[in-house]
Each structure stands twice: as structure tokens, then as C-alpha cells.
């Protein structure tokens, strides 16, 4: 499967952006999806997951409660809503599939760069 984010920006604190992520390739609704983030100088981290039929959900602590993850596996896309943006949040957000159970992801997305200004 091939994905690619988009929907990145550079926003203010407090504002508001959504990401997507496009797939193509093998069934999108054969994988669990998920987003992780990369700010500059730091390992790259976990943000989100969602399982094959969207009703599995986790965050990391750091968005719980601002950031909303969803799919539809009718168009083939996994989306980020990111509300309450802080300067934490600046880093390059991409998202990444793997077989639903399995240990690793991996399909990966080029990312897109999320720049929140204080």
C-alpha cells in the first residue's frame, strides 16, 4: 500500500488543522492505521491509532482529548483533526499501515510538516 499525507500548515497556538492521509494499493480496510510525529531533534513518536472498522481507538497522552482520529475506508483515507494546537505539536506528521495484530507498521507515508507558532 502506498499512502501519502497532506494537509500540514503552519497555524497559530490554539488554532486548528486536519491531516489526511490517501492510500493506495492493496485493501485499505485489510490495515490498522496510524500517525506518528517528528519534531526536529527528536524520535519519532507515536500520536494515534485506529483499527480496521475505526472503532479501536488510542492516543498518546500528549493529543488525548485534541486530536481526533477517524477513516473511511470507502474513499481509502485515514484523517487527523488537530484542534487546540500547541507549539509541542510543531513536527512532520506522517502516517503508516500495518496488518491488523501485527507487531510493526509497515507502509509509510511521506510526512507533512505541522509548524505551530506561539
Known amino acids: 500500500v502506498q499512502l501519502q499525507a497532506s494537509g500540514g500548515g503552519l497555524v497559530q497556538a490554539g488554532g486548528s488543522l486536519s491531516l489526511s492521509c490517501a492510500a493506495s494499493?492493496?485493501?485499505?480496510?485489510?490495515?490498522?492505521m496510524g500517525w506518528f510525529r517528528q519534531a526536529p531533534g527528536k524520535e519519532r513518536e507515536f500520536v494515534a491509532t485506529?483499527?480496521?472498522?475505526?472503532?479501536?481507538?488510542y492516543y498518546a497522552d500528549s493529543v488525548k482529548g485534541r486530536f481526533t482520529v477517524s477513516r473511511d475506508n470507502t474513499k481509502n483515507r485515514v484523517y487527523l483533526q488537530m484542534n487546540s494546537l500547541k507549539p509541542e505539536d510543531t513536527a512532520v506528521y506522517y502516517c503508516?499501515?500495518?496488518?491488523?495484530?501485527?507487531?510493526?507498521?509497515?507502509?509509510w507515508g511521506r510526512g507533512t510538516q505541522v509548524t505551530v507558532s506561539s
Open positions: 485506529i483499527n480496521r472498522s475505526g472503532v479501536s481507538i
Open positions: 503508516a499501515a500495518k496488518v491488523e495484530g501485527g507487531s510493526r507498521y509497515v507502509y
Open positions: 494499493g492493496r485493501t485499505f480496510s485489510s490495515y490498522e
